[in-house]
């Protein structure tokens, strides 16, 4: 993904241009430049001890291009892939770094460089949401991402993504997505889906599913699958929850809150939120 050259720090921070700089220095046109969220301990230092500078130019001194782990500079491309290799300790530093695309080497869920830029050091927030802001659309793993009326809203693992009524909203493996009524929310192994009035959840296996009242919800195996709604007749609210494996609740069906308060399964598809989730989860 083709990213931004304006850094927009977050909160607290300012806005500084960088292009020149980083042209220069890694000597290649913008449309060449990528960016690879990683982290490092207090000391800024990574895996076996390497010390990383604190801005400026940084070359792998073992570099080797074939795509297996070590000898290179290891980062998430646009800030997408396994978001349990950043350090989230409450010491650690977050990285944004520049890169040539040409150069980077894939390595399942990371990737690898020879040499890069580092533009930002700091806080897990701030590294976040500056590449949500130079990556438009990427899941980047730990960013909280939100959008309003019928707005879409992209995370990665350990994410949070929320938008309004008639949104979309996606995250990855362990992340919470949350959209209002009429709307549709993704996460994947482990996560948590909640969409309200007639609305659509899906989350992948041992995860947790909530829509509401006329909602379609749809959990991997060994996940929950819950409802919640206002019995009118009554006046109180109510939760129904259903878990996957037990009384006949099926993994990646389609379960529907109808006007009887009875939960119906639609069975497993075709639905094309069924497709996407997969498509996601497996990406």
Known sequence: MTCELVLTFGSGCYIKKMEHKVLNE????SSEIVYLLRT?????KSYKGFQW????????????PKPECGNGLHGLLSGEGEGSLLNNEDAAKWMVIAAVKSEVVQIDRKVKVPRA???????KKDATD???????????????VTSGYSGHSTSGDYGHSTSGDYGHSTSGDYGHSTSGNSGH??????????SGYSGHSISGEYGHSTSGY??????GENGIVQFNYFENERKRKRIKILYVGEDNIKAW?????????????KGHGPSLMIEVAMKFLSS
């Open 26 to 29: 890694l000597k290649c046109e």
């Open 40 to 44: 490092c301990d207090k000391d800024l």
């Open 53 to 64: 500078p604190s801005s400026g130019l940084v070359s792998a001194p073992d570099w080797d």
């Open 117 to 123: 830029y580092v533009v930002f050091v700091g806080s």
């Open 130 to 144: 500056m590449i949500v802001k130079l990556c438009p659309g990427s899941a980047c793993a730990f960013a909280t």
């Open 185 to 194: 929310s993704i996460s994947g192994y482990s996560g948590h889906s909640i």
């Open 214 to 219: 006329y909602g379609h919800s749809t959990s």
């Open 253 to 265: 069906h389609i379960y529907f809150l109808n006007d009887k308060y009875e939960v119906e399964d």
